[in-house]
Each structure stands twice: as C-alpha cells, then as structure tokens.
C-alpha cells in the first residue's frame, strides 16, 4: 500500500533556528514529490521534486529528493516566526495520484 | 487517522457535460473540503462541506458551477457542471479528523476536459 511518513510531526524552535523536515515514501509508479505549506484553509506550493540530487531554493527554504533511499528533506534556515504553520508532504504517483504525509507542525518562537 | 477514497480517479470528459465526484471517508468527521490542484499550483479550495447545512464557496467559486451534496458525516460529492477545459485539474477531497485536528487527503480525481 502506497504511504508517505513524515518527521517529526510537530517541531518546536526559537527565530533564528534551521530546521529540517523529513519525508520518507513507498508509492509505485512514482512521478514527483511535492512540498507545502499550509497556514489556513489551502496549502501553498513551495517545491516540486522530480530528480534525485538537484536541490531546489527559494529563498530561505531549500529540499532535496533522493529517489533511491525515498526520501525528501526539506530545510528552512534563519527560521522566523512566520514558518509557523503544518509542512505537508506528498507523492504524486501516475496511478493514484495523491498520497498525502500526515505533515509536521512547526512552531517558531520569538 | 482517516482513510479517504475517491471516484472516479480519472476522467476525461467533453466540454458542456458535467462530472460529479464522490469522496467516501472511513469515519465519521464534521469538516470536509473540496479543493483543485493544478500542476505546479497551490492547492485552491473550493468550498467547506458541512453535514447538515449549505456548503460554504471560497471567492471565484459559485453553487451552480459546483453544486455539493454531503449527505452524511462520511460522504460528499463535487460536481463540476458545464465543464469547459479550463475546469481540466485534479480534485481533491479532504476532512480534519483526530484529536488534533489533523487533516487528511483523498487521492485525487484526475479530470482532463477535451
């Protein structure tokens, strides 16, 4: 059965901080992994990942995949407390298309 | 946690027909959601399903364009009505269920318009 596992599920650290969130998956038919930010009602996309290895930047958010172990990490540097907010993880497969991680709750201190 | 299905996962429809989507959850939950994924895109919500009452559009939203039924605390459907291929997107069911109101997401329906 297709999974996605993310970690830590709730993460609590002051401004200034790095972190780092894990997403580990098995999903057959694999197409890419995608990355959001959810603060209200809809998530926003931050990454699509489709490659093993090429590391993807905006600002200070940066993730990378690694295809062969199935797994993701997205980091946030210099955290603020507007990265406050549930960091959701998810696979898009040519088959079922969507498997969703139960995502990691991040809390940023001032 | 919540298990959701979805039907159909796929489709691929003519312009001026209309699709209806069924989301199917393994609990009972109060809050279910509607929302549309197109590629590279933020997920947009659609609207918020209540059992028991009128479901609430998000703005560039309207009823007759997605008419939605949630009959019970398990079930809702999306119709996508008078579809034209801008409508082309992936559909996505979602609930908040558990003590911490964590949410979870149906596997999507693949809708292509021609």
């Known amino acids: 059965e297709d999974k996605v596992v993310q970690s830590p599920l709730s993460l609590v650290v002051h401004e200034g901080d790095t972190v780092t969130l894990n997403c580990s998956y098995e999903?057959?038919?694999?197409?890419?992994l995608l990355w959001y930010k959810q603060e209200k009602k809809a998530p926003t996309f931050l990454f699509m990942l489709?490659?093993?290895?090429i590391e993807k930047k905006s600002g200070r958010l940066s993730s990378i995949l690694d295809k062969k172990e199935l797994f993701s990490i997205l980091n946030i540097t210099a955290t603020q407390t507007g990265d406050s907010a549930v960091y959701l993880c998810a696979v898009e497969n040519y088959g079922q298309n969507f498997v969703f991680g139960p995502g990691t709750r991040l809390s940023v201190l001032p | 946690s919540a298990v959701i299905s979805q039907k159909p996962s796929r489709d691929i429809c003519q312009r001026g027909t209309s699709l209806t989507i069924q989301c199917q959850v393994d609990s009972q939950v109060t809050m279910m959601f509607w929302y549309r994924q197109q590629p590279g895109q933020s997920l947009t919500l659609i609207a918020t399903a209540n059992q028991g009452s009128e479901a609430t559009y998000e703005s560039g939203f309207v009823i007759d364009k997605f008419p939605i039924s949630r009959p019970n605390l398990t079930f809702s459907t999306l119709t996508v009505s008078n579809m034209s291929p801008e409508d082309s997107s992936i559909y996505l069911c979602?609930?908040?269920?558990?003590?911490?109101?964590?949410?979870?997401f149906g596997p999507g329906t693949r809708l292509t318009v021609l």
């Open positions: 999903v057959t038919n694999f197409r890419s």
């Open positions: 489709t490659s093993s290895g």
């Open positions: 979602s609930v908040l269920a558990g003590i911490t109101d964590t949410q979870y």
